[in-house]
Nanobody, 120 residues
Framework: QVQLVESGGGLVQAGGSLRLSCAAS????????MGWYRQAPGKQRELVAV???????NYADSVKGRFTISRDNAKNTVYLQMDNLKPEDTAVYYC??????????????WGQGTLVTVSE
């Protein structure tokens, strides 16, 4: 069983910064992508950023130039540095990993979510 533990959410003023972390643990053969999604009240969950095992990245247009995703493969940890935060970034942020389990089945795992609130 794979677990994702997130940390780093909180309340910040517009223009401020936060850094989210997510550590994956459990029975995995290898990790493919790690990423962050978010869900604002009344809206669908959306992709924020994703990073491949080789370091390739993809960002939502709304966060390009403000957010940076990175990962430490040795620690199975992904980070999201969020700068110049805006009130519209307010959401619950979920960590996701796509991985190969020990039976070489490709699966997804999700974190419990961490709330980010950006005030005016």
């Amino acid at each position: 069983q794979v677990q994702l533990v997130e940390s780093g959410g909180g309340l910040v003023q517009a223009g401020g910064s936060l850094r989210l972390s997510c550590a994956a643990s459990g029975s995995m053969f290898s990790i493919n992508t790690m990423g962050w999604y978010r869900q604002a009240p009344g809206k669908q969950r959306e992709l924020v950023a994703v990073i491949s095992s080789g370091g390739g990245t993809n960002y939502a247009d709304s966060v390009k130039g403000r957010f940076t995703i990175s990962r430490d493969n040795a620690k199975n940890t992904v980070y999201l540095q969020m700068d110049n935060l805006k009130p519209e970034d307010t959401a619950v942020y979920y960590c996701n990993t796509n991985f190969w389990d020990l039976g070489l089945k490709r699966l997804d795992a999700w974190g419990q979510g961490t709330l980010v609130t950006v005030s005016e």
